[in-house]
């Protein structure tokens, strides 16, 4: 289960952000081995207090230990062939990453895995770095001997449009009947910088592509809008920014809102910090808005179930030689892209991992 992680503890912030400065799949800096570290010393206290003000930490690690064994147990049922299946989590910026996952399946002999990725739409910067530090695992040796394939997008899937949807539905349900159908639903997923945008990443396409199926799936109930939330620095990113478009609305009279997190399957700080703590804050008491946020998925049964049998297909695929290692999608590299490793990786895996 590949995915970035968040610091589980308020002081492993500093060595969170250190890597995620650090990774040149996500960003490239000047100096970045110098820049790195004092961006991550100098960002440090502001976003260990946001982890402090959620709790002291970041609940991805255990909500994505509790999906992985609620799949596998799930898996053995609808794919016994391949049973025994166990999860293992291979996080980008925090612990376990990806040398403790390699550790684990060492010490368990695995010699088949798939890499599926737990970002349900494909950015080059989110899915596109966990599977480049994989191939680069892959091939230095601390993973070798396993078989890959990989599952590397699904914002489409029904299970996971089924449990957004559900979630939408209950935020929706706690407005009065009368005023219900005209609440505005308001899907917000983590922006990218717009020269990522503009070199081909498919993520601004696919997060559209899951919020129309959602739409699809309540039968167009309600007004909509996505929106883009948490961007970073100086340069321009994709919006409409989230709290921008709150304000907006609130001068246009529709004040009544459910903020939907549709980017990210747990918890993080951006659902509790920035959409709880910061904005429906706001609105609420500044711009005098009704708003509600639909839960992220975390224990849903529904999104688990999902996760089960996204994992059971792709196994009856692959075994039955339908499918290759990586999909059709995943071969094209984007138009602009510059980074030679994401071609090598791509190609590594096409063959299984050798
Ligand atoms: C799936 C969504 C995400 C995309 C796409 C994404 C791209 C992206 N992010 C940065 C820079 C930062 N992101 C940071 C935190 C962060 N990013 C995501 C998701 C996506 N990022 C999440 C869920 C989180 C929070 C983790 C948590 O536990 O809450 C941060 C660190 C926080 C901060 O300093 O503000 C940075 C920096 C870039 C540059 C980028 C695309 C190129
Ligand atoms: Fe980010
Ligand atoms: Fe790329």
Redesign the pocket.
Known sequence: MLN?G?PSTVPETHDF?KS?FLDRD??QLPFQSLLAPWIARR?SPM?EQQYEAIGGG?P?LRWTEHQGAGMAALLDELHPTTAPHKAYIAFRYARPLTDECATRMRADGVKRAVAFTQ?PQY?C??TGSSLNELYRKGIDGTLSGIEWSVIDRWGTHPGFIEAVAQNVERALQKFNPSVRSDTVLLFSA?S??MS?VNRGDP?VSEVAGTVQAVMQRLGYSNPWRLVWQ?Q?GPRPWMGPKTDAALKGLAKLGRKRVVLVPI??TSD???TLFELDHEYCAEARESLGMEVQRAESLNDSPVFIRALADMAAQHLKDYSAGKISPTSVQMGLRCPGCENATCGKQKAWFAKGGE
Do not use: D, K, N
Request: glycine share 4%; charged share 10%; hydrophobic share 50%.
């Open positions: 970035m968040g952000l995620l996500l960003m960002r976003i970041s991805i970002y950015s910067s989110t983590h990218l910088p990522v993520y948490s970073v980017a990210f993080h700080i951006e």
